[in-house]
């Protein structure tokens, strides 16, 4: 029905380039002329090759005879914008036409290459495999055309969704669809590829794929999943992290309208698989959510966390005073600098709360496990919202002894990912109910659920110490991280890197690492580690400028130009002239230098995180109840090529928003292991009033294009923090600033 | 359970739920609408926005025993057939979704308001659309497109008054 719908609005509305769009079924094609053309990475060509032969649907592209040209995404869309600007790339290169084009969600397999979506780098790792598979796709049209018009190759080029002959003879993709499938795959190596200068989809402005589902709302996300004869499931964990459920009132519970079951499950310990909880399960959601309200549920909590950020605050206190744990990096002689008293010393000390995703569609996961009978094996089927589709089947394999070709998983739309939808707990959770019930459920977490058992951006604490010269030059830097650490290790987000700016920029540095123990878990949050290093290292750089009396700008360009070894661009590491370029962008941009009275100022910040340098500029007035207003935030980029520019318009204007929201209100904390925070009435987020006019200026250098999911939103907050110092002359050293008696 | 009859897009629509229920759960389990959105069931995120009424209500917290005489429309009739609202297609144009979790929350607010209010300003729009919290940070498209909506609609009825216009006298209006 819906596929029908999509496909009659399309028509109507042609003029937004999505007339030829339709939703086709796999395999629900009929007719002749079915193509499927694949190409590969070079090491599965020789596969893909005998594959592409024996006709099954495992390609990135297929042609049909009415001219649609499906292309596959193999990577999840989560609002990142894969989905649309991985099938540019393919497009481009085989000289579709993009109105032609359909991009369909792909299943999971080793034949997509790397399917998980995070640390921007779809873009990164996928870009040549893209270019490869729309390469080898278009050599097999040529080579069709060729042999059906019996003229050489090298006498046709592609262009719209057409073989062109130098005579001016045309071939459309439709007519060449079934001849082109019975071509051989090009040797990948064999292939050539466009110049940019011809390029006519990759660098312009294409409206995301999937939009005309989203606006009439038929769009599947993973929780709009249904199946026959499915049942629905809540799932209940001890509040305090990791306690075991010793009994509940089940009785009680299945007695409750629409409840058809309510179990303990045990579980296996793991926080990342399956932690002990009590199922629910009905004949609606409704019906599960308000049981889960009424569970009574005596819990085991000897093996619980007992974590309070009381504590943890008094103990980072503690541990600031003293000298950093471990060395992770030393050059020179930092407490010579800071002896001599010809120099220019101060000290910050700066903390940042844990922070949770909150993705707005919460976790959730249907799943269908069948019993094998008379000999059959036993079958997993799995329909999951998810950042790392690959690495399901594998772990479900290991705890439930289903072969892995029993085991079918269903990527959905992603209602937001933000590095949540890297564990899979909630798939486990979904499989062992269904196991247990007999039938398919969809198991739904509330919002509850969802925050007080999510894998928090760790919080931290952070003690530096620098010095400027008499020339107002940073000479000396000294930074104590206070991170998070579980069984001695950094938890997720909470590593102390030499690689961190300005560790190596500087003649005297010195960084050292302190890990309290906690049991809370810990995951990646948009832009690990980047999200608390940027904030805290580009507020002390301005601390050391003003130290100077010297122009932040110039004090910042500075620092880029004292790194003597030189690095490649082509690497995956700060480089000063890309620094240095966005920086000096930014600040012309945002008119850098303008005076501004009443509570007024700018604010200057740069960080280089997943490949992209960026460099930000915040404009913001605080009045006499401390309540801010961020007028606009001027943003310079670079990240290579710009594939699709509203995506990554969209990526930047998101990432300031997620930054701002963060920065503003948000905040975790925990006592006796238990989650204080519960929804959004006590974790507050930014709304529409506060949201900033977003200025996003690319510079599109030659290097490789890369990701933009996240490196736009750690220089979000030092920016918006210099900016209050210059309106107020008030230094923001801790997140979220409602801590500090600020409002937005 | 009690039968309720919903009008839901202009149809009437049987149920046998509890009372309790509120219509998001109706209309997304019992009814597969699945446009509207849980987000967090307290009335504080807009997914779940409909129109009851002709008012944008946040439905996850609205139990069915009170939507019997009620006119509930939903994302998915807001289109009419084929054609979409000034609000979807300006949608589109703007390329306003990331996850797109949220929109369908988000149109049916601003459709709301613009119905209300057909020449908002952004103060305007920023009141209206508080209550629809986007994780992605969309609002600035979300702002743009309200205004391009706001646009379209006020020159299709500058198109009606044209028409009025070649109206001839001693015509009647019915024909």
């Known amino acids: ?744 | 359970m009690p039968e309720y009859k919903l009008k839901i897009n202009g149809e009437v629509r049987k149920v046998n739920v509890h009372q309790d229920m509120p219509l998001l759960w109706v209309l997304r389990d019992s009814l597969g609408l699945i446009g509207s959105k849980y987000g967090c069931g307290i009335g504080l995120c807009g997914a779940c926005t409909v129109h009851v009424d002709g008012l944008a209500t946040r439905s996850c917290m609205l139990p069915v025993a009170d939507m019997v005489d009620a006119e509930i429309k939903t994302i998915e009739g807001l289109a009419n057939g084929t054609v979409l609202h000034p609000v979807q297609k300006a949608w589109v144009e703007k390329d306003v979704a990331q996850c797109g979790y949220c929109q369908a929350g988000q149109i049916m607010s601003a459709v709301a308001l613009l119905e209300d209010n057909p020449n908002p300003s952004e103060k305007d729009i920023d009141l209206a659309m508080e209550g629809n919290y986007c994780r992605c940070g969309t609002y600035n498209r979300i702002r743009e497109a309200i205004q391009i909506a706001a646009a379209e609609i006020m020159s299709s009825e500058t198109l009606d008054i044209t028409a009025v216009e070649y109206w001839e006298p001693g015509r009647s209006i019915d024909e």
């Open chain 1, 1 to 744: 029905m819906n596929s029908q719908f999509v496909e009659e609005v399309a028509r109507e509305i042609g003029n937004v380039q999505l007339s030829r769009r339709k939703l086709l079924c796999l395999g629900g094609i009929a007719g002749a002329g079915l193509v499927l053309a694949a190409a590969s990475p070079s090491s599965l060509a020789n596969e893909l090759g005998t594959l592409v032969g024996s006709g099954e649907l495992n390609a990135f592209v297929r042609l049909s005879s009415d001219g649609t040209i499906t292309i596959y995404s193999a990577r999840p869309d989560m609002g990142q914008g894969v989905k649309t600007s991985l099938p540019m790339i393919v497009a481009e290169e085989m000289g579709a036409k993009w109105s032609d084009v359909v991009v369909l969600q792909s299943g999971v397999g080793e034949r997509y290459g790397p399917q998980w979506a995070g640390g921007s780098m779809s873009v990164a790792s996928s870009y040549d495999y893209m270019r490869e598979v729309g390469a080898s796709a278009r050599e097999m049209l040529i080579s069709a055309a060729s042999e059906f018009l019996e003229l050489p190759r090298s006498q046709f080029s592609v262009s719209n969704s057409e073989v062109i002959h130098s005579s001016g003879k045309r071939l459309s993709f439709a007519e060449l669809a079934a001849r082109a499938a019975r071509q051989a795959v090009p040797d990948p190596s064999s292939l050539t590829f466009k110049d940019k200068s011809d390029y006519t989809i990759i660098g312009t402005s294409i409206s995301g794929v999937d939009n005309l589902e989203i606006v009439t709302g038929s769009a599947l996300f993973g929780i709009d999943t249904h199946v026959p004869d499915m049942l629905y499931a809540a799932y209940y964990k001890c509040p305090a992290i990791g306690g075991k459920a010793l009994e509940a009132n089940l009785d009680d519970i299945k007695r409750l309208p629409g409840i058809v079951d309510a179990f303990i499950v045990k579980g296996d310990g793991n926080v990342r698989q399956l932690l002990s909880g009590v199922a629910v399960v009905g004949d609606s959601t409704w019906a599960v959510f308000e049981a889960e309200k009424k569970l009574k549920i005596k819990w085991d909590k000897a093996n619980a966390s007992r974590d309070s950020w009381t504590q943890l605050v008094q103990t980072a206190k503690k541990l600031s005073d003293s000298e950093g744990g471990s060395v992770i990096y030393r050059k020179g002689d930092v407490t010579k600098v800071f002896g001599d008293n010809a120099n220019k010393v101060i000290e910050g000390s700066y903390s940042y709360s844990f922070v949770a995703h909150l993705c707005l569609e919460p976790m959730n996961c249907t799943a269908s496990y069948r019993v094998g009978s008379r000999g059959e094996k036993d079958s997993i089927e799995i329909w999951v919202p998810t950042q790392s589709p690959s690495s399901i089947a594998p772990a479900i394999q290991q705890m439930y002894g289903v072969d892995e070709d029993q085991i079918v998983v269903n990527v959905t739309r992603v209602g937001g990912g933000f590095g949540r939808r890297f564990t899979s707990e909630f798939v486990f959770e979904a499989v062992e109910i269904s196991k247990h019930m007999g039938c398919p459920i969809k198991l739904t977490w509330t919002r509850e659920d969802d925050i007080q058992h999510d894998y928090f951006r760790a919080g931290g604490f952070q003690s530096l110490k620098g010095a400027v010269d008499k020339k107002g030059k940073l000479i000396a830097w000294d930074q104590h991280f206070i991170g998070m650490g579980n069984n001695g290790k950094p938890t997720s987000g909470s590593r102390f890197s030499r690689n961190e700016f300005p560790l190596l920029h500087l003649s005297n540095t010195r960084g050292t690492s302190t890990l309290i123990e906690i049991d809370t878990p810990c995951g990646p949050w948009r832009a690990p580690g980047a999200n608390t290093h940027a904030f805290v290292v580009q507020s002390f750089i301005h601390e050391l400028a003003h130290l100077s009396g010297r122009d932040h700008l110039e004090f910042l360009l500075e620092i880029f130009d004292q790194r003597s070894r030189k690095i490649s661009g082509k690497g995956r590491s700060i480089n000063n002239a890309r620094a240095t370029s966005v920086t000096k962008l930014v600040a012309e941009k945002a008119g850098w230098g303008r005076n501004f009275q009443n509570g007024r100022g700018l604010g200057l910040a740069f960080h280089y995180s997943h490949a992209g340098h960026i460099a930000e500029v915040a404009e913001v007035s605080v009045d006499a109840q401390k309540k801010i207003t961020v007028h606009k935030v001027t943003v310079a980029v670079d990240v290579g090529p710009i594939i699709n520019t509203s995506g990554a318009l969209a990526q930047v204007e998101g990432s300031v928003m997620d930054g701002l929201s963060a920065l503003i209100g948000q905040r975790i904390t925990m006592e006796g292991g238990q989650i204080e925070q519960s929804n959004l009435h006590d974790y507050p987020v930014l709304r529409i009033s506060a949201a900033p006019k977003v200025d996003v200026h690319f510079i599109e250098s030659d290097n490789p294009s890369t990701g933009l999911g996240e490196p736009a939103l750690p220089p979000l907050a030092p920016a918006v923090g210099n900016a209050i110092f210059a309106a107020t002359g008030k230094r923001i050293r801790n997140m979220p600033l409602i801590t500090e008696g600020y409002s937005i």
